[in-house]
C-alpha cells in the first residue's frame, strides 16, 4: 500500500513540474510576441518621422540651391559644367601620375638593363683575364717544358795534350807555386806556349778579362747552366764578348799568365760549371 502512494505521489509531483514548466514557457513565448509587436510599432513611427524629415530637408536644400543660383548669376547647367571640369581636372592629374609612374618605370628598367650589361661586361672581362692568366701559364709551361727537353751539351777536350793536374774539390793537390796542399776546381792540360785554344761547346763568350789569380781568361755560356772557363792564356783575339761560337772554334792561344798556377810548365787552366757550382771536366770531355 506505501509503495502504490508514494507512486501516485510521484506522479503527482511530476504532473505539477510539466505544469509549470508548460506555463512558464508560454508566458515567454507571449512576452516575445508582445515586445516584437511594440518593437515594429516603434520602427514605424520612427520610419515615419525619418521620412518626414528627409523631405523637408530636400525641400530646404531645393530652396538654397535655388536661391544660391539666383545670387551667384549660376544656372543648373553652369554647376553641372563646373562639377564636369573638375572631374576632367582629376582625370588629367591622374593621367599625370600615371605619365609619372611609367617613365619612372621606364627609367628603372633602363638602369637595369645597364646595369646587368655592366655586370655582364665584368663577367666577360673577369673570363677573358682568366683566359689570358691560363694562355700565359701555359705558355710558360712549354717554354720550361721545352726548356728542360735541352739535351746537356757535349764537351771535347779545349787542347789535345795530357792532364798534368787533376780536378780536386774534395781531395786537395799540391801546388809547386804556393807550396801547399790546396784545392784545384779545374784540371791543367799541358801545351805549349802559342797552341791554339778552341771553344769545348757552342755557346756565348760572357765574359774576357784578366784575373788576378787565373790570369787572362775566357768564361763561355752554354744551355741548361752550364759555363766552361779556359784561364791562363796568351792572347784572346779570335774572339769578343757577346759572340756566338761553336764547339772546336778557336778563341785564344796557350800562355803562362795564372799568378797562383806560375811555377807549372805552360798549360791550359779548364774548368767546367753548372749552375755555378764546380764540375769534373773530366768526366765530360771526350
Not at 701555359?138 to 757535349?154: A, L, R, S
Not at 796542399?181 to 760572357?206: E, F
Amino acid at each position: 500500500m506505501r509503495r502504490e502512494t508514494r507512486k501516485r505521489e510521484n506522479k503527482e509531483n511530476n504532473r505539477n513540474i510539466l505544469y509549470l514548466g508548460g506555463s512558464l514557457i508560454g508566458i515567454g513565448i507571449i512576452s516575445f510576441v508582445i515586445t516584437f509587436i511594440l518593437y515594429g510599432n516603434k520602427m514605424e513611427e520612427q520610419s515615419d518621422i525619418s521620412s518626414q524629415k528627409i523631405a523637408s530637408l530636400v525641400q530646404e536644400a531645393a530652396s538654397d540651391s535655388q536661391s544660391a543660383s539666383s545670387q551667384m548669376g549660376k544656372t543648373v547647367e553652369e554647376s553641372t559644367n563646373e562639377i564636369t571640369n573638375v572631374g576632367n581636372t582629376i582625370t588629367n592629374t591622374t593621367n599625370t601620375d600615371t605619365n609619372k609612374e611609367s617613365s619612372s618605370n621606364t627609367t628603372n628598367n633602363v638602369n637595369t638593363t645597364k646595369s646587368n650589361n655592366t655586370v655582364e661586361t665584368t663577367k666577360k672581362d673577369t673570363q677573358t683575364q682568366k683566359e689570358n692568366t691560363n694562355t700565359t701559364t701555359t705558355d710558360k709551361k712549354e717554354e720550361q717544358q721545352t726548356t728542360e727537353k735541352q739535351e746537356d751539351p757535349k764537351f771535347v777536350k779545349p787542347v789535345e795534350g795530357e792532364i798534368s793536374k787533376e780536378y780536386a774539390k774534395e781531395n786537395l793537390v799540391y801546388s809547386e807555386t804556393l807550396q801547399e796542399w790546396t784545392t784545384h776546381l779545374g784540371i791543367d792540360i799541358k801545351a805549349d806556349k802559342t797552341t791554339v785554344v778552341k771553344a769545348a761547346a757552342d755557346g756565348k763568350i760572357k765574359s774576357i778579362k784578366n784575373d788576378p789569380r787565373y790570369g787572362l781568361s775566357i768564361i763561355i755560356e752554354h744551355q741548361n747552366g752550364f759555363e766552361t772557363l779556359y784561364a791562363n792564356l796568351l792572347t784572346s783575339e779570335f774572339v769578343q764578348v757577346g759572340e756566338e761560337v761553336k764547339q772546336g772554334q778557336s778563341i785564344g792561344t796557350v800562355g803562362n799568365t795564372a799568378t797562383f798556377e806560375i811555377a807549372d810548365d805552360a798549360h791550359l787552366h779548364f774548368e767546367i760549371s753548372k749552375n755555378n757550382e764546380t764540375l769534373d771536366p773530366s768526366q765530360y770531355i771526350k
